[in-house]
């Protein structure tokens, strides 16, 4: 198992919504790509944010390379997430 991980700070009032949007948009998409082996969700309250680290598991590196794409240390955010994302 490989695991990838991704940080970022959302803002504190869309916290709830970019967890909702994980559970029920992105870790959904992701479950149909052969070689994902699930995902977790960590989160810190910070003054100004919300701190999450999430960590997806795969069977290999061309599993990776499904979801990421060419360039697999750069980190998919959709513009949806963007929106609330404070970095």
């Given amino acids: 198992m490989i695991a ?3 940080t970022g700070q959302v803002k504190p009032e869309e916290a709830n919504n970019y967890t909702k949007y ?3 948009e992105l870790f959904p998409k992701m479950a149909l790509l052969e ?3 699930g ?3 960590m989160r810190r309250e910070l003054s100004h944010a919300v701190d999450f680290l999430i960590i997806s598991n795969w069977s290999s590196m ?3 390379q499904k979801f990421a ?3 697999l240390t750069v980190a998919v955010v959709s513009d949806k997430a963007q929106q609330m994302m404070v970095s």
Wanted: proline share 0%; net charge negative.
């Fill in 4 to 6: 990838r991980y991704w």
């Fill in 22 to 24: 994980l559970q029920e």
């Fill in 35 to 37: 070689g994902f082996q």
């Fill in 39 to 41: 995902a977790s969700i």
């Fill in 62 to 64: 061309e599993a990776i």
């Fill in 69 to 71: 794409g060419e360039h």
